[in-house]
């Protein structure tokens, strides 16, 4: 047996199948559920700080100004808010990536060398036939949740309702990638270290908390990756990313596209309202 194209196999399963798994209506229920418990708690809270913010008023106006006692301001507080960079929503400037160089070949390219082939500005393909990408991915879309968010969960890049040129993004996704096409994506680190994952497009109707759009499914590929600290099969940290994009034809052209950087996130940003466990 060939373990290599039987892990292979199974990532592709696995990536096909997360419809079927979405179309659950157990799942679906029980990431509702999550959701009004969330609000609840949040509605908890801000009444409570509602509260508290009213009690603290009282006493500042009970209490006579001392300018001696007033703190200076916090450079570190301050650095560490500019170094939070907001993350772009959903059908919004900034949200997708934008090709910075590619490398087009009429010859295999192994996921190994990904990192390493020479990228060039000239050998950009045109831009509508790029696979689109987000600047920002939740880790938890990739792998899942132990208490209720199933791994290769789909991560949207256009919504039917909120992006201008919806229709004609899908006609172009839907001809340039269709099955038979293999589109890889490598995530760099800092230090060399590397992630890979199968890309697979498509549109999705009924899920259960994003709007119906377009959406890309990332797997892990257990035999894409390098460096020091991917060897050892260990999921993506969050962190910031150098991204590229293989393009895999049947045709036997392969086009290796460089999209910059890449944020994997932690938690759920886009459920502000379900609680995240691991």
């Not at 997360?18 to 801000?46: I, Q």
């Not at 913010?53 to 009282?58: E, L, Q």
């Not at 301050?78 to 960079?85: G, H, I, L």
């Not at 949740?145 to 969960?153: C, Q, V």
Request: contains cysteine; glycine residues 8%.
């Amino acid at each position: 047996m060939d373990l290599g194209s039987e892990l292979k196999a199974y990532a592709e399963r696995g990536s096909a199948g997360a419809h079927d798994r979405l179309a659950n209506s157990a799942l679906r229920e029980s990431l509702r559920a999550r959701v009004r418990r969330g609000k609840r708690r949040a509605n908890v809270a801000a009444a409570a700080g509602v509260t508290a913010a009213i009690a603290f008023g009282a006493a500042v106006v009970a209490t006579p100004h001392d300018a001696r006692l007033s703190p200076d301001p916090s450079p570190s507080g301050q650095a560490e808010v500019s170094e939070r960079r907001p993350l772009p929503h959903l059908d919004t400037t900034g949200y997708l990536v934008t090709p910075g160089g590619a490398f087009v070949t009429q010859e295999a390219v192994a996921c190994q060398q990904i990192p390493d082939v020479p990228v060039a500005m000239d050998a950009i393909p045109y831009p509508g036939s790029m696979p689109p990408l987000p600047t920002w991915i939740e880790a938890a879309r990739i792998y899942g949740l132990s208490d209720g968010l199933p791994p290769n969960y789909p991560i949207p890049l256009y919504s039917r309702d909120g992006a201008m040129f919806y229709q004609l993004a899908v006609s172009e996704i839907m001809r340039e990638y269709p099955a038979s096409v293999r589109v890889t994506l490598a995530l760099i680190a800092d230090d060399g270290s590397w992630w890979g994952f199968t890309a697979r497009y498509g549109v999705v109707d009924d899920m259960p908390l994003d709007d119906p759009g377009l959406f890309l499914t990332l797997t892990p590929d257990p035999f894409c990756q390098g460096g020091p600290r991917a060897v050892d099969r260990s999921e993506i940290p969050a962190g910031t990313y150098d991204a590229r994009v293989m393009v895999a034809r049947p045709s036997g052209e392969t086009v290796v596209s460089e999209f910059g950087d890449v944020r994997i996130v932690s938690g759920l940003p886009s459920w502000p309202f379900i609680p995240v466990t691991h």
